[in-house]
């Protein structure tokens, strides 16, 4: 499976990671090499197989809807990189 | 006081021998001193393990000590631990201070055990060499031009190191396991569910599994009684009571069954290292072990299906980290996209940002069913082999890595040839399995891990055939010359 350029750059913009442009040819070589490896996959027909979803066959948990924890925004927000009015600081997004 | 066992350190805090304050002490003495060769931490928590120290000699005073009461142990720093930074190996964590304790650190605390620091890892747990650290790579003790394995390396280097009598590592493709093969210790991975994810901060959810890392068995043994049992706040934790580790340690191994899959015994092993396994397992055949030998035929696929499920669910994972509500943040962004990608492509380093692409594009529209619902599939075979296994045997032996520990920089450009390095161990994580590196011999001055692989649940059964296999050898108790005395 070999990823191109694009590729590369598509894939960089759906993770929402800025990758510089001397990079990318580095990417794009290991990226390939990765999925020719996960390649080998293709080799075996798994047909009838049922996913593996979990390694115990456990079902999801569920609780009571009940509050069980405090509120620390303080001591949560005050490892934010930007924080006001006990409101995160992102650029702005409606004009 | 370095080389004793916690065992031996635990009964020597009872007698009042010394107190967990001069045993503290004399640990970050060491670590000052030593820990620059090796670079196995990445904090020293000095202030809070003296005061650790000096509540702990208290609690002895009073008579209501734990095992681990006054021990001296170094957490692995993908740990959450409530006041000190917690970095996961990352630039991107490198200012976050953790709000609140993972529970295992929570359990280690009320057992009364000392925090001595944190211990660098692979970013994000994703390597196998530790050289993918923010903080640099950690040197293997042994051979100070060889990789510690990991990404649990720092764990596994300060414990062989005398730089803690034991530390926490996690498991999610052999990070416990491969690290304490290359470094020559003692580190149990155990089924998935049984020790708390809360506050260990998440790479794949559906592998992670916490563990302890020591110099023998019993040790561990000792560790995982504090470690294991349900926790509420982790939704895959399992509730099922915890045994005694310790209980079982001595239990006969007469009539024990122990498969030798062909498929770990085939091309890609060094021959070196097959021939310390098989004196290994000799030394089991004296003890009234029966071989059989077995056959896992998807071992080969193990690798390629974990390469999908791994970097599909570290996306999903790693996706918190955008610079907004903990974290690294990029200069003036221009906009939210632009805040996001920077902030991400300045926090996390290559091999992160790898996995990261890797995972988006398995489970991007249109790639999903032929990606990760294939690997799903894939894995359910490699679980099935498995379960017919256990079928005839009680558990199973191979090498926990294919070489001794490799030279730093040997791999670390040529991601696919890494990844092949956990070839035994990460089926194991695909189907939850518990699994065991034991100290088994050397190749020239680099150590070779003996691989135990048991049925779910069997914690104490692993424990049990690797202390026997102790009893009987002594690969355990060597030290690296530089760090003995």
Partial sequence: ??????????????????????????????????????????????????????????????RADEVSETNQREAFQKIAPATEASLYLVPQVIE | MHNKTIAELSAGLKNGDFSSEELTRSFLARIEKLDPQVNSYISVTTDEALSQAREADKRIAAGNASALTGVPIAQKDIFCTNGVKTSSGSKMLDKFIAPYDATVVSKFNQAGAVMLGKTNMDEFAMGSSNETSFYGPVKNPWDLTAVPGGSSGGSAAAVAARLAPGATGTDTGGSIRQPAALCGITGIKPTYGRVSRYGMIAFASSLDQAGPMERTSEDCALMLNAMAGFDERDSTSVEKDVPDYTASLNDDLKGLKIGLPREYFGEGLDSEVAKVIEASIEEYKKQGAEIVEISLPNTGLAVPTYYVVAPAECSSNLSRMDGVRFGHRCDNPADLEDLYKRSRGEGFGAEVKRRIMIGAYALSAGYYDAYYLKAQKLRQLISDDFKKAFEQVDVIMGPTSPTTAFNLGEKSDDPVTMYLSDIYTIAVNLAGLPGMSVPAGFVGQRPVGLQIIGNYFEEARLLNVAHKFQQASDWHQRAPENFSD
């Fill in chain 1, 1 to 62: 499976m070999s990823l191109d350029r694009s590729d590369v750059e598509k894939i960089a913009h759906l993770a929402r990671l800025a990758i510089s442009e001397e990079d990318i040819p580095g990417y794009t070589h290991n990226l390939s090499n990765i999925l020719d490896l996960v390649a080998q996959m293709d080799a075996v027909d798994t047909s009838g197989v049922e996913p593996m979803a979990h390694p115990l066959d456990a079902t999801q948990r569920l």
